[in-house]
């Protein structure tokens, strides 16, 4: 089962692939949002973390320094840059990643099934 990932994507400059992007819970920003100023950034966001990605949507997302939070947001105290961000930026929804198991481990064998009535003895 596929569970959807909320974030939100603050991009400085519309010509820019620069984007900041924080992972949130979409009813907890949704209520925040509205001015519900109650409820802790903790409950609103999923990490703490700010992914930065210099490709646009597509790209890689990595961790932006400190310098280029304090020049794109004036600081790089986490909770600033992430209240700026979830202020500034556009809620983008989209498939996440699948809960449960997915596979089985791949250290344990080549995962193929022998019909043939072969032991696996020989298979390297």
Request: no cysteine; glycine share 12%; aromatic share 6%.
């Amino acid at each position: 089962m596929v569970r959807p990932i909320t974030k939100v994507v603050y991009k400085p400059d519309s010509q820019s692939t620069d984007e900041y992007t924080v992972v949130v819970n979409p009813s907890e920003y949704k209520k925040w949002l509205e001015g519900a100023t109650t409820i802790p950034l903790a409950d609103v966001v999923d990490s703490f973390q700010v992914f930065f990605s210099n490709q646009g949507a597509q790209g890689i997302l990595g961790t932006p320094s400190r310098q280029q939070l304090e020049n794109e947001f004036g600081t790089s105290k986490d909770v600033d840059v992430i209240e700026q961000i979830l202020r500034k930026g556009q809620e983008q929804s989209g498939k996440g990643v699948t809960s449960g198991i997915v596979g089985q481990n791949a250290g344990k064998g080549s995962a193929v099934i022998d019909t043939r009535g072969k032991s696996l003895s020989g298979v390297p």
